[in-house]
């Protein structure tokens, strides 16, 4: 694999369900984010994570949580789905936190909750 | 609280030029972006100021006045494939993005 990768693509989820969207990256990036994207509103920063082993609040943290437990992998999990959480999610990295880097994101993976 | 403000759509004619401004009000600045997203795709970095004044990379330039709070992502000579939503977001004091809602750009033959 070559950048970022994002599963799954799409998922509809019932309210209440417990869900894990998961993200990849393969550029020894330290620095990794989630974003949620609905629409008219700008990109929302869930968490992030600075360097493995650290995580951070973002924006929107509410009924998210995240881990970091080695450099590639970040995933996001929600607790227990609510149907506000519908949306789209991009996960980011960077080389950096900190500088001049630009983020590098992710396919997205659409979820609908009912 | 923080702000980046944009135009929610614009309309342009192929091979003329636009001009897409952003206007900020940030906690701390530590640099703007630009980037673009085609429909259903992911963000895709575009240009990034640090500095004021233009930075020109092909046939997009995107510009920064600090004290103004402003930008303009330039576009010129105008393609079909330009046609997208242009977000524009600042890096606050904390190295976090702050993103605009994006604007729309239509491009018309």
């Known amino acids: 694999i070559a950048g970022i990768t994002q599963a799954p693509t799409s998922q509809i989820l019932a309210a209440g369900r417990r869900m894990t969207l998961r993200c990849t990256q393969d550029?020894?990036?330290?620095?990794m984010y989630w974003y949620r994207q609905d629409l008219g509103l700008g990109l929302r920063l869930i968490h992030y994570?600075?360097?493995?082993?650290?995580?951070g609040k973002g924006e929107v943290p509410d009924g998210y949580s995240v881990s970091r437990a080695n450099t590639d992998d970040f995933p996001l999990t929600l607790a227990s789905a609510v149907p506000s959480q519908t949306s789209v999610y991009f996960c980011?990295?960077?080389?950096?936190?900190?500088?001049?880097?630009?983020?590098?994101f992710g396919p997205g993976t659409r979820l609908t909750v009912l | 609280g923080q702000n980046i403000d944009q135009p929610t759509e614009m309309t342009a004619t192929e091979g003329a030029i636009v001009q897409i401004n952003c206007t900020y009000q940030?906690?701390?600045?530590?640099?703007l972006f630009w980037y673009q997203q085609h429909a259903g795709e992911a963000p895709t970095f575009l240009s990034y100021?640090?500095l004021d004044g233009l930075e020109e990379k092909g046939r997009f330039s995107s510009f920064l006045s600090r004290s103004k709070g402003y930008s303009y992502l330039l576009l010129k000579e105008l393609q079909m494939k330009d046609s997208a939503s242009y977000l524009c977001?600042?890096?606050?004091?904390?190295?976090?993005?702050?993103w605009g809602a994006g604007t729309k750009l239509i491009i018309k033959p």
């Open positions: 980011a990295s960077s080389p950096e936190a900190e500088g001049t880097d630009t983020q590098y």
């Open positions: 550029m020894r990036h330290n620095a």
């Open positions: 994570s600075n360097t493995a082993g650290t995580t």
């Open positions: 940030t906690s701390g600045f530590n640099g």
């Open positions: 100021n640090v």
């Open positions: 977001a600042v890096r606050d004091s904390n190295y976090q993005l702050i």
